[in-house]
DNA sequence: CGCCACATTGAAGGCAGTCAAAGGTGGTGG
DNA sequence: CCACCACCTTTGACTGCCTTCAATGTGGCG
């Protein structure tokens, strides 16, 4: 057991809410902590369920969305090992905005409310970094949405632009490769629309040469061409 | 002097966040605000300015928005008397995400970042304050993105009930009045689209005989149809 | 081998943005 | 008091992007 929550402080040293933290006090949250596997399509949790607790992706890959009257889904963030999502729903009432399923086989930390309440008294930092954790989904839903008033390609510019940032925060330049995380389907939900309008996207962009596409594997070949269409409407 | 300092700490007291704190504690943090006047038009900050503080409104009417690269402004929220805003600029980096404007003569309370971060140190539950404000806004973010993934009439029509629950958080029912906090074509900028687009949206749920519109005041006449149209892309 | 998820392409139709024009309103200054 | 102007709102016509429906191709996996 003591070896079991070893692992899981291992798992919490990781997010940057948690980064600082003395061992004692680790391994007090460690303590109440539990670890869920999903597998491939599994939900986490759904738009309105009681939230107890946030949550830490260990591994795996996840996406939060919001599913339309008519059963679309709008993805909101896709989530990576390391990553914290769910905080909001800590504070905002007791139910969560949106829903949270697996893309594949995924180990998430669950941190119930309780040991954060108590730690947050103790170090006040925490609520600080909390702080700056929300705020930070709140930086990231107000680019989406002004991502939306854009035009489709526009759109995907902008996406691979952020995603070849993400994937290689150094110097970017022509000839720059990204990998799309997530399939095209995904994406596509993620950019507000749909899989045959993304193709047609992509296959814009590299009808003008901006991009190359092999598969999943996307080349820059006009960096500055690729800024432009991201920054027009 | 004093006078003017308990004007401040009126004003503060109407902000959630600083509910339920104690006389000495409200001083120490109106020592630190500032009031500012702001006319109709005037800008309070821009996307990227260097965020000091956040901000409480006093009195008036604002908008907070996004400018596309087009010069198309897309308004993320509206802010009223006693709603707080900006909080998250204190904790993600240091710029403001987006851009504040007054929609008319306004005034509102700058409240600086150190201050406030003193407060937080000696009473613990400011910070759970916080995170419950900034949850908010990630929570009404959240729920604007869905909204764009509906047609303009579906959007207008979740808006107006929206808007007749804010109004009215009682009992809504068939002849509720509604009457709308901003002009059409501020609104139409709220709702992702332009004022040509959301007059004709208007049209088509008065043609349906959903809502009747005189000027800015709009009564519900069938309130199950407002709710079909709200919850259909 | 055959099924299934993913991806691409074509054709058709609709919703919304743009451009243009006109009516209404309130405020300002002569 | 009235004339003028700025702003708000509405309506019409047109264009274009995106969604929908449909068909085909492809790779992985049982």
Redesign the pocket.
Same mark, same amino acid.
């Given at each position: 057991m003591a070896s079991h929550r070893g692992g899981i402080v291992q798992i919490l040293r990781r997010a940057p809410i948690f980064s600082g933290l003395e061992e004692v006090d680790l391994e007090a949250i460690a303590v109440t902590v539990s670890v869920r596997e999903v597998p491939k399509g599994g939900s986490l949790f759904s738009e309105g369920d009681e939230a107890k607790g946030f949550f830490l992706c260990a591994e795996g890959k996840l996406k939060v969305f919001k599913t339309a009257p008519d059963g679309r889904e709008q993805i909101l963030h896709f989530i990576f090992p390391g990553e914290t999502f769910a905080e909001v729903a800590l504070f905002a009432g007791r139910a969560y905005p949106a829903s949270a399923q697996a893309l594949e086989a995924s180990a998430v930390a669950f941190i119930p409310r309780e040991g954060l309440f108590r730690l947050i008294k103790k170090r006040t930092d925490i609520a600080i970094k909390l702080l700056a954790g929300t705020a930070l989904w709140v930086r990231r839903l107000t680019d989406l949405i002004a991502e939306y008033s854009k035009?489709? $390609?526009s759109r995907l510019a902008g996406y691979l632009l952020a995603e070849a940032l993400r994937q290689r925060p150094t110097a970017l330049t022509d000839g720059a490769r990204v990998r799309l995380a997530v399939?095209?389907?995904e994406l596509a939900a993620h950019l507000?629309?749909?899989?045959?309008?993304l193709?047609?996207?992509?296959?814009k962009l590299r009808d003008e040469g901006v991009i190359e596409?092999e598969e999943?594997e996307i080349t820059i070949k006009d960096l500055a061409a690729l800024r432009d269409l991201a920054s027009s $409407?």
């Open positions: 035009a489709v $390609p399939n095209k389907g507000g629309t749909v899989a045959e309008t193709s047609r996207a992509f296959g596409v999943r $409407p």
